[in-house]
Each structure stands twice: as structure tokens, then as C-alpha cells.
């Protein structure tokens, strides 16, 4: 859609979201004097896209309705990053490590290490841990093997864990363990495991075939044998015989990935002399919080989807920051997982929602905490029309409570554009610190 002018500007799809609202926090806050800066990295996960069809050739973060991001891109700093460095692949394990202040390009390292570290598993040099996907593969008649669901319907966390159990039990061996995670995101610690295999993330072959990965030779193939080994006890455990007789995918397979040794970051407090917490659902983002020095905030009800509990997330945030925290990085998996699963419908709610109940909120509460700052930012693209992570620069803001920047149109990507651009997003943390 576009003004008399030409200008293109905002439609609001959501015909429930007609005004904008301004809550408080969920619980009375007094004022708190003399507080030094406080600062907050806010990430909406995957929300960066291309135009669409669908939206009259407008990007999901265009159309949809986020006055709270666009005020602070209107009196913030507006501009694009990279979060990908050319030696990396694309993903939230390189993209949320560099808004961490983490120059990913420095640095070896898997999302398996990452995730272990979130759930405090202890590994040894030798050892290599993988990220162990609970997946959905669909078996054709000719025989291809199809990736249908890589988080298998989202399957709770409680069903997982019954799986990952007996995953241990049996294929499990000494060397070799299987530990339970949230929902479909699991570990798997493999002593002097085949740390070189070139594994492939699940999400990236989503309605794709996958025989030349469960095939292939050299150092993969062990890593698929033991893919190929979970089929019989999955297909026939209790838990997945529920699922499909409620109608819901089956975990039928793990699918191991995303390996390597345990890395070592410097911390915040080594870098910046700052207290840090992380507020997220996501182990990965968990791991990469726990190994660079910050305190891990669990909240009741975050699930890393639409269903995730905002109002806990922005509490706990405020809640860490009230308590001595300089910094809190506050984490929404939602919109990366409606990008996966290639939902239009889902990515509009992920971001009307965290405009909504995340952004609008917080910088409510924000005002009775005193002065602070922001770093406003999605950490990838995940287009729905790939369904999987791109490389593009990344439309961010930076947020100063006390004075006006340079401001832009609103946040989205080509608004973004017309903003400063900072080739790598590590640098971006202390170039808010140094405001």
C-alpha cells in the first residue's frame, strides 16, 4: 500500500489489534533513585524477511502492527548489521553470539557445546556435543525419506523427556549419553566423537529429502547409523503411538547436528566489568549466555513459540535489572519458528505479539527503573519462503531513554537501510555502552 506521495507505509492486517495500548508491569514497581545505566539487548528471533505477495509486497515486520518499535525507530539510532560472519553459517547460535559482543569469526565452535552448557552438562576437551533434534522423517513408498517436521509437531517437553530416556537406555553406552532439553531440543555428548562430520541442520531441509544425509560415507556416516538406530524404538514407543492417535506428529527419529568441543568465550564481566542475565527459552541462547559470564533467568511457561509466556519473560527482565543486573539480553524464539514451519499467519502474531506484550511493556517498566538503554534488533532473517536462516544485514535500533538520536521512518528492513550501518553486530554492544 502506498500514500498519495508514493511513500510506502503500514497496513495492520490483525483487525483485533485496532489501538495501541500502553500497560504497566504486571506488578507495582517503586521508583528506584541513583540507579546507574541499565541496559537491555531485545531480540525478536528470525523476524527479519522479504517482501511478500501475500502483504502486497510488503516484509511481515512492514505490515505488521508495532508502534512500540517503530517509536523507538523514530528517536532511536536506526540502521543495518551483519550478523553472519563469512566464515560462519548462518545461524542463532553465531547471530545471538555477536549482540552478546562475541566476535563469532574468532571462534570454533558448534551449537551442541552451546546447548550442553545450558543444561550444565559437564564436557571434557575430548568430548563432542551434538544438538539432538527430535524430528518427524516421512517415509515414501520409492523410498525417499522425507524431513516433514524437525521439531516434530513442537512435542512438550515432558512427552521428550520420556523419549530421550529410553533413547539412553537404548542406544546409549558408555562414551555416548543422551540428555533431555526443552521440547524437540535435545544433546547428545559423544567422547572423541566425529567432531568433522558435515552435519546439516534439520530446519534446512523442511519438506525436503534427506537420504543423501542418512547415506552418506566418511565421518557422517556413523553419526547417521546412530539416526538410523532411534527409528525402530521411537516408531514403536507409547509416547508416539498417542501422539498420532491424537492426531499430532510423531517423534519418529533424532537427528544429530551442530557438533564440536567445548569453546571458550570471554565473559562480561571480563570485557565491560558488567553483571548480565539472559532471559530466554532457548538452551542455545542459554549456553551462549552461561559460557560468556551471564546468569540464566528461568521463566515458568517460556516455550519458544506463540504460546510463550510474554508477560513472565518482561517481568523476569525488569525483575533481573531492579535486583543489580546491569544488563539483560531478552530472547522471543516465536517468529524464527513460524518462519520454519513457513506460516504467514503465525509470523504476524509472533510479531504483533512481541511488539505488544514484550516491547510495549517493557519499555513501560523501563521508566520506573531510570535511565537506560536499548538494543532493539531481529538476529537473522528466516524468510518464509526459504523456511531456513539467511545471511542479510539485520535491521537494528539503539535506544537511549535520556535523548533522541537520529531516528528513521519505523522498524522494518528497507527502513532500516535509510539508517547507518554497522558491518559487524559484535561491535554493537559497546557502542552502546560508549552512547
Known amino acids: ?25 504486571t506488578s507495582a514497581r517503586p521508583v528506584i533513585p541513583g540507579l546507574l545505566m541499565k541496559y537491555i539487548i531485545l531480540i525478536g528471533d528470525g523476524m527479519g524477511d522479504y517482501p511478500i505477495a501475500d502483504l502486497d509486497g510488503l516484509t511481515p515486520l512492514q505490515a505488521a502492527f508495532t508502534p512500540h518499535m517503530d517509536r523507538m525507530a523514530q528517536k532511536g539510532l ?26 563469532p569469526a574468532a571462534y570454533i565452535y558448534g551449537r551442541g557445546p552451546l546447548e550442553a552448557a545450558a543444561m550444565n552438562i559437564d564436557l571434557r576437551a575430548e568430548d563432542i556435543a551434538f ?18 517436521d524437525y521439531a516434530a509437531g513442537h512435542i512438550a517437553s515432558d512427552q521428550a523427556a520420556e523419549l530421550i530416556k529410553d533413547l539412553q537406555t537404548g542406544l546409549g553406552r558408555p562414551g555416548l549419553a543422551f540428555y533431555s532439553g526443552v ?61 498420532i492417535a491424537a492426531g499430532q506428529a510423531p517423534a519418529n527419529s533424532i537427528w544429530l547436528w551442530g557438533q564440536s568441543p567445548p569453546p571458550a568465550f570471554p565473559t562480561i564481566q571480563d570485557r565491560y566489568g558488567l553483571d548480565g542475565a539472559v532471559v530466554t ?30 508477560a513472565g519473560k518482561v517481568e523476569a527482565t525488569l525483575d533481573s535489572l531492579a535486583e543489580g543486573n546491569d544488563l539483560v539480553y531478552l530472547h522471543v524464539e516465536a517468529p524464527d519458528e513460524a518462519s520454519h514451519a513457513g506460516r504467514l499467519d503465525l509470523k504476524m502474531r509472533a510479531i504483533n505479539d ?28 528466516t524468510p518464509l519462503s526459504t523456511r531456513t536462516h ?3 544485514a539485520v535491521p537494528f535500533v539503539l535506544w537511549d531513554s535520556e535523548r533522541t538520536l537520529s531516528g528513521g521512518q519505523g522498524y522494518w528492513e528497507q ?6 550501518y554497522v558491518p559487524h553486530a559484535h561491535l554493537l554492544l559497546d557502542r552502546m555502552i560508549k552512547l
Not at 192 to 221: C, Y
Not at 415 to 420: D, E, H, K, L, T
Open 78 to 103: 536506526l540502521g543495518l548489521t551483519h550478523t553472519i560472519p563469512e566464515n560462519r553459517q548462518a545461524g542463532s547460535d553465531t547471530a545471538n553470539m555477536a549482540f552478546m559482543g562475541i566476535n
Open 281 to 310: 527459552a532457548v538452551d542455545l541462547i542459554r549456553g551462549i549466555g552461561r559460557m560468556t559470564g551471564f546468569k540464566i533467568v528461568d521463566v515458568p511457561g517460556a516455550t519458544g513459540y506463540v504460546d510463550t509466556n510474554y
Open 183 to 243: 521440547s524437540f531440543r535435545h544433546v547428545a555428548v559423544w567422547h572423541n566423537g566425529p567432531a568433522e562430520a558435515s552435519t546439516v541442520p534439520p530446519h534446512d531441509r523442511t519438506e525436503q529429502p534427506v537420504n543423501d544425509i542418512l547415506h552418506a560415507a566418511g565421518s557422517l556416516a556413523p553419526v547417521m547409523d546412530l539416526v538410523k538406530r532411534s527409528w525402530a524404538l521411537l516408531s514403536a514407543h507409547p509416547v508416539n503411538k498417542a501422539r
Open 354 to 381: 512481541f511488539d505488544a506484550q514484550v516491547v510495549g511493556p517493557l519499555l513501560a517498566g523501563l521508566k520506573k527503573l531510570g535511565a537506560h538503554r536499548l538494543l532493539l534488533a531481529t538476529d537473522h532473517f
Open 131 to 148: 544438538r539432538c533434534n527430535l524430528v518427524q522423517l516421512v517415509h515414501k513408498p520409492n523410498g525417499q525419506v522425507f524431513m516433514h
Open 1 to 25: 500500500m502506498t500514500s498519495d506521495a508514493g511513500q510506502t507505509v503500514r497496513r495492520w492486517p490483525l483487525a483485533e489489534q485496532t489501538e495501541i495500548q500502553h500497560p504497566e508491569t
Open 390 to 392: 539467511a545471511r542479510d
Open 415 to 420: 527502513a532500516a537501510a535509510g539508517g547507518i
